[in-house]
């Protein structure tokens, strides 16, 4: 839907349920900081919420269009392709001890970006993979890291890893079939078939299942699964992204601007296990604010949204990855 389509009456319902959405949203964010006896507010953003989903739906409904991206036999990509992986990492020097001689064999590339960790983390896996390549990362944050990763890749494919443990690197090669069958974003979900988590606490899950009714029913996605680190793309994808953002939004941003550029994405099934040892970096609620903030952002920037409406396909069933070697 193009700029103009905006001021038609399907486009003044869309952005009057984009404000219901964002309202209520913020409505309900508000009720959890403060104190349960806003009640009336949470009724309130309730009401506002199911209005918005509605209206968005409505408007959503008759919206399919074909992907300008998504023809894997026009993309210009070596079979098969050059696998880069990109693992951000603060301190997890244990973990990559234990997950680096898990990756499968045949990878282009693997590119650690260090947050500036000072447990020996760079040596550990230097030690462990001699063949990897290190990124030191000036500022802070998980969404700097990667975005600095992608700027580094030479391969075709670029899988995102966490460094630590809760991904298991045997799942690679699911994500790469995944690409390789039309996909242009294969997308890790912990919530279909196939997948699960170890790691994911009662609040999480709620946060996490809160905020991708609400991608869904802004961008017109059927994703499962909004907020989860191990994903794959063709590198020929990167000009769609622009991953201005620090944190741990990341994943978020890479899947609400895939959906509005209208590309393929597929879910891939994965299992969150519980990450080997140290200390996690994400904080619930900061972080669950960034992410709704940059939801928000991201609906009303360049409403290109409208074109995304792609289908939720595991394209490759699940179960235990063996050793096997992808790349040339
Ligand atoms: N380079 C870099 N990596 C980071 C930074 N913050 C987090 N990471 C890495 O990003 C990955 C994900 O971070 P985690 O702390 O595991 O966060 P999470 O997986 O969302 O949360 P948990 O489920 O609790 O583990 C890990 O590999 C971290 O080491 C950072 O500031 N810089
Ligand atoms: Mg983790």
Redesign the pocket.
Known sequence: MSQNNLRSPVGVVARASRWLLVSASLGIALLILVHPLLGALAAVSGCLFVLGLVGQRAVLAPEIISPPAGDAAARSVESPPRVSVV??????AENLRRILPRLPRGLHEVIL???GSKDGTVEVARQKLPSIRVIR?PG???G??VGLGFTAVTGDAIVML???G?ADPTEIPRFIDTLCAGADLAKGSRFIDGGGSA??TALRRAGNRGLVATVNALFGTRYSDLCY?YNAFWTQCLPYFSLDTPG?EVETLINIQAAKSGLVVYEVPSFERD?LSGA???RPFRDGFRVLRIIVRESWLNPRMWQGRRSRVPAVPAGPESSRSIGP
Do not use: C, M
């Open positions: 693992i951000p990492a603060l301190n997890e970006v260090d947050g990362q802070r944050g998980k700097e890291a966490d460094a630590d809760s790691d994911i680190g741990f990450r996690s970096h994400l």
